[in-house]
């Protein structure tokens, strides 16, 4: 495979440059060695580097002693020295890539599919609280009287939007809440008791909390899974209707 021959010379390359790196130092070492083991003073040693020692044996072994050339033949390195590297290392070292690139592609992945989720998250959010809005408002609006829209408490606990109503000849009461993770609405009999349980599931919604500005303006806070948003609708005449 290229992708390994590549790899055998890059190995074969760093080889060449630690032996030269190693003549370096022993010259450096033995400046002011005055006596070898052949009796003479230490010479410095030159590297050439070749293909194969024979293409630079011509020169004799006269040249070569003359300059001390060091012969470090490149392919003996790549086809069987030390820093070579065999086809099983090679394959495990391509392993070990094709590992870290899918690593690192299964991370990418993961954090785009939090991205994502996110932004679905938010868009779903959205949308729960512009539905949540439109139904808020077409029933604040659809009050003939505004004394017949007001801001009571459920349970004693849970802030409601109270709308009294008459329908096929009957006084009815609307309340309109939050519970449980849910707009919810009751419709039940003018003076009867409601309970947060009995309210019918319009949309997801934490919580709502609805209001009344002298200004005839009924403001009601929203929050959803993610956002938040404030619902406002004038109703002339409302002003101080609260509970």
């Known amino acids: 495979m290229a992708f390994l021959n590549s790899i055998n010379i890059i190995g074969s390359a760093l080889t060449a440059e630690r032996f030269r790196s190693d ?37 004799g072994e006269r040249c070569k002693a003359r300059w001390n050339l060091v012969y470090c033949d490149l392919r003996t390195e790549m086809d069987g020295g030390f820093m070579k590297i065999s086809r099983k290392k090679s394959h495990m070292l391509l392993v070990v890539v094709v590992a870290g690139i899918f690593a690192a592609a299964s991370a990418c992945l993961a954090v785009l599919g939090v991205f994502i989720y996110k932004t679905a998250a938010s868009d779903q959010s959205q949308q729960d609280l512009s539905h949540a809005s439109e139904y808020l408002q077409k029933q604040a609006r659809s009050c003939s009287d505004a004394g017949d829209l007001r801001i009571a408490t459920l349970s004693g606990q849970i802030s409601a939007l109270f709308l009294s109503e008459r329908k096929n000849g009957e006084d009815r009461e609307l309340w309109i809440f939050v519970e449980d993770g849910y707009l919810r609405s009751a419709s039940v009999k003018s003076g009867e008791t409601v309970s947060a349980k009995d309210g019918k599931k319009i949309t997801p919604l934490r919580s709502m909390d609805p209001r009344i500005t002298g200004s005839d303006l009924l403001e009601i806070s929203m929050r959803s899974e993610s956002a938040s948003a404030v619902c406002r609708v004038w109703i002339p005449g409302i002003g101080g209707g609260n509970e």
């Open 23 to 59: 003549i370096i130092l022993q010259n450096i070492a033995n400046q002011n060695t005055t006596r070898t083991e052949s009796g003479e003073p230490y010479r410095r040693k030159q590297v050439i580097l070749c293909v194969s020692s024979e293409n630079v044996k011509s020169c």
